[in-house]
């Protein structure tokens, strides 16, 4: 099993081995007997193996120690992470502060996670890098104050300051939303006129050759047709349990016809690779 | 798969409806489907009753491929085993017997508190008096205290007076190996 | 079933009255019978002497179909299920303390020992106390440490009183009925303990989570337990109301878990009215009332039955949000007045007249208000708001707030010339 030129260093280790074994071992007292230089490889190691167990584990060079090749194959690139903006930076919301792996820093006020642990903005203001005790001991928080020399953290009972952001305008009416015929094939004029042609209006409702080259109706409209003919079903009514049965029943009945069927099947292909 | 009862089995008999056996545990993901849409169904279906009730009942969520939405996976499968015929159904009692049940507990729980209190204070008891003896000893025999000195030395006690094998705890029930009669006191050296 | 059932109730009835008889003991103890029903249906045994049963059917004891449905008819459900009913008609009418069950007496021995030995105490206690509250102040060995003596030997005089009572399941059943007695130490201690297991919890999580507790008020640490009802409705903490239902004065439900009466006094304010100049938020009184009494017997206060001479210094201003707006939290506190003395009507009201800048953490520093309770709403921009705006003639009813345009940072080279 073992390549010959794999069994000089085991040889050199039986040799190192053999006074060992004659000093502790001395029922076993001939080394001939013990190792016999005719004795093949692959028991060698088997009789190794049982006595000094972790010795088969052992890797040996020729895999392992060769050195790899190419190195630097294996090294991805740099992803590019870190702080993209430094304490005291002005930034406006949604500008990145820090790209991380896993949450090195946390957000703070102000600022919000993004998807993959990117803090960015969420008000414009100056970036600061702060540690809070009273909210966790050993987070790193960035934040965002709004002023130049603003601090954070900020004490624990003090109201939080805030941004509006917003900016008062004439409220606009509410417009009723348009009739559902107006697409982007069919317009309303403002004169009254509607203009439209008549294939697109039929093209979403009327019969067309459809896949399976056949014309008809689309599939959504067919599933409709109960509803536009006002045909209206007899509510379930949970107390009937008679219903209830025949219809469990019905179920259990297919699945097991269905179940047999799909045996069959199983069986016959069965038979057809067996033979 | 039980039995049907006879009404319905000469019921089914009459309508011609024949009696297959459905399988005792049914398949899990038809258990899962049914919880899954019994809850969204169930509001649909409701709101729908109050205008005029459509044709198809189903959603049209639940109708699509991908299914309606699907709820806790772990939820769901607890649900399945906790409702499975199987399971032991929950034990109830009547308000009547829950609530002598709580008396018993509650008097037996009361009980094992004074039983507990009596053995502390008993304790306390003891160590109290052991305590004033040697108080006592100490400055009641007139020497001075020597002998309260000379007893608290305590080297060699165990091996000098009391085998240590003896120096434990007396307990309510016999040791697990019993009397051990080849044991003799160690020769003293 | 109903058949032989209704033949064989005469037999039954006569049975069950010579059994009631012959114990005596029975029928003094079913004074205090525990199921209500049960005296319900003693009740109805005495009118059938006078009446059939068919004629005046018992709602707690009728179980025939037809009876229902014609009691139905008349407008009386009956009570519980039928088989319930039915298993009353023919059950024993024994008290819930006189059940023949060994190990349940046997535990009631116990528990009713423990309490004779619990209500020995609370006597020993009380004399102790009222022997150390004759001692004069100089033997007691100072004011300081008789008053606390005298509170520490109170505090354990109540621990005892629930003690006393913990252990009954009449108490218990009570208890969970609501028909719990709040003047009683049990009673509100079982209550308060109840409180604190859920809704508490939810109201400091709701507080703090939306930042109510840093922005209106410093700290707030809730004893008392709030509910808040517009019309019938109870609102959820932290729920968005309409601004037509929030229009009506709410209805509070402060239920008290001390022995003591307080005066407090109680405030709604929102801190989210946005100020556009300023480009950030103002804070607005919506409500304040001082010198309401509560105590744990009287809950309901109907802010809109609060008397205007001695009480209600702000009236209820009903909250609206402009469209565009953040959500507006409306956020209700609930202060205890120093020593439960009331405060000065007068005074205040020709003090607080200003909605707009009165601070609730500057009213908590000059009249030494402590916080009790907390309660908490939201409303935000919808249909039936505009009508209240103009109810209440709101200023800015039809200006609309919109998200102003971000200007973005300047474009920087990526790599500028002095990379390269």
Not at chain 2, 44 to 61: E, G, H, K, M
Not at chain 2, 99 to 104: E, G, P, S, V
């Amino acid at each position: 099993m073992l390549q010959p030129r794999l069994l000089a260093p085991l040889r050199v280790l039986e040799r190192a081995l053999v006074p060992v074994f004659r000093s502790s071992q001395q029922p076993l007292s001939s080394p001939s007997i013990f190792f016999p230089r005719t004795l093949s490889a692959p028991t060698t190691t088997s009789l190794l193996n049982k006595r000094f167990p972790s010795l088969s584990q052992v890797r040996y060079a020729s895999h392992a120690s060769q050195g790899t090749a190419n190195r630097h194959s294996r090294d991805p690139a740099g992803k590019r992470l870190g702080a993209k903006r430094a304490g005291g930076e002005y930034v406006v919301p949604g500008c990145i502060i820090f790209r991380q792996r896993g949450t090195k820093w946390f957000a703070g006020e102000n600022c919000a996670m993004g998807r993959d642990h990117t803090i960015y903005a969420a008000e414009a203001g100056y970036v600061r890098y702060y540690l809070d005790p009273e909210q966790h001991s050993d987070r790193k928080y960035i934040g965002i104050v709004f002023e130049k020399e603003g601090k954070l953290p900020a004490p624990r009972n003090a109201p939080s300051r805030r941004r509006l952001n917003r900016v008062a305008v004439p409220r606009a009416p509410v417009v009723p939303e348009t009739d559902a015929a107006q697409s982007d094939l069919v317009a309303n004029l403002e004169d009254g006129t509607m203009v439209s042609s008549v294939e697109a209006v039929n093209a979403d409702t009327g019969a067309q050759l459809r896949p399976g080259y056949m014309y008809r109706e689309a599939n959504w409209q067919i599933g409709r047709a109960g509803d536009k003919a006002g045909i209206t079903a007899i509510p379930y009514n949970r107390n009937n349990r008679w219903l209830a049965w025949r219809k469990r029943q019905a179920r259990a009945d297919r699945a097991a016809q269905m179940k047999s069927l799909k045996n069959k099947k199983k069986a016959s292909k069965k038979a057809k690779g067996g033979r | 798969m039980r039995p049907l009862s006879p009404v319905l089995a000469s019921l089914a008999n009459v309508f011609r409806i024949p009696i297959s056996q459905t399988p005792a545990r049914p398949m899990i993901n038809r258990i899962c489907n049914e919880t899954v849409k019994s809850p969204t169904t169930g509001p649909v279906t409701s709101a729908i009753q109050q205008s005029a009730r459509p044709f198809s009942t189903t959603n049209a969520l639940l109708k699509r491929k991908g299914g309606g939405p699907r709820g806790d996976r772990r939820i769901t499968l607890i649900r399945y085993f906790l409702w499975h015929p199987l399971t032991p159904r929950p034990l109830r009692f009547s308000r009547t017997r829950y609530l002598r049940h709580w008396t018993i507990h509650r008097a037996w729980q009361l009980y094992q508190a004074q039983q507990r209190r009596e053995q502390q204070l008993e304790l306390q008891r003891q160590w109290q008096s052991m305590q004033s003896a040697c108080e006592e000893l100490r400055t009641g025999a007139g020497d001075g205290g020597k002998l309260f000195r000379k007893s608290m030395i305590k080297t060699g006690v165990f091996r000098d007076l009391v085998p240590i094998e003896y120096g434990r705890l007396q307990t309510e029930s016999p040791a697990k190996e019993g009397w051990n009669h080849e044991w003799k006191r160690p020769e003293k050296r | 079933m109903a058949h032989c059932e209704r033949a064989s109730k005469p037999l039954l009835q006569c049975l069950q009255r010579t059994c009631t008889k012959g114990l005596p003991s029975l029928q003094v103890q079913s004074a205090r019978t525990f199921q209500t029903t049960a005296l319900a249906r003693e009740e109805a045994q005495t009118e059938a002497k006078t009446q059939s049963f068919y004629k005046s059917p018992d709602p707690s004891l009728v179980s025939s179909p037809r009876l229902e449905r014609r009691m139905l008819r008349q407008g009386i459900s009956p009570i519980g299920s039928r088989r319930r009913r039915a298993a009353l008609q023919d059950s024993a009418n024994i008290p819930f303390e006189q059940l023949p069950y060994q190990c349940f007496q046997e535990a009631r021995k116990v528990l009713l020992g423990d309490r004779e030995e619990k209500l020995k105490q609370i006597s020993t206690m009380s004399e102790k106390i009222s022997r150390l509250e004759a001692v004069p102040t100089e033997e007691a060995g100072g004011e300081q440490a008789k008053k606390s003596k005298l509170r520490a030997m109170e505090l354990h005089l109540d621990h005892l009183k629930i003690l006393a009572d913990s252990n009954d399941p009449l108490v218990k059943k009570k208890f969970e009925d609501g028909q719990g007695d709040m003047s009683k130490p049990i009673y509100r201690f079982l209550a308060d303990r109840k409180w604190r297991e859920y809704r508490r919890k939810i109201l400091v999580q709701r507080i703090t989570q939306m930042n109510v507790v840093p922005d209106v008020l410093p700290h707030c640490e809730p004893v008392v337990d709030t509910k808040l009802y517009f019309g019938r409705n109870a609102i959820q903490l932290g729920e968005f109301v309409n601004a037509s239902a929030s229009a009506m004065v709410p209805k509070l439900d402060i239920q008290l878990f001390d022995r003591d009466e307080k005066l407090v006094t109680i405030a709604v304010v929102d801190p989210d009215v946005p100020n556009v100049e300023k480009d950030g938020f103002d804070y607005k009184m919506h409500y304040l009332a001082v010198n309401v009494p509560i105590s744990a017997t009287s809950t309901k206060v109907d802010l809109s039955k609060l008397s205007t001479e001695s009480q209600e210094i702000l009236p209820w201003l009903p909250p609206v949000a402009q469209k565009g707006s953040p959500y507006h939290r409306l956020s209700l506190f609930i202060l205890e007045q120093k020593d439960s003395k009331p405060l000065d009507f007068a005074a205040v009201k020709a003090k607080e007249t200003d909605r707009d800048n009165t601070l609730l953490r500057t009213l908590q520093a000059r009249y030494h208000l402590k916080p009790i309770g907390a309660h908490l709403f939201r409303t935000k921009w919808d249909e039936t708001t505009e009508e209240v705006m103009r109810q209440i003639g709101f200023p800015e009813a039809d200006m609309e707030l919109r998200r102003k345009r971000v200007e973005p940072l300047p474009y920087k080279r990526r790599n500028p010339s002095t990379f390269r």
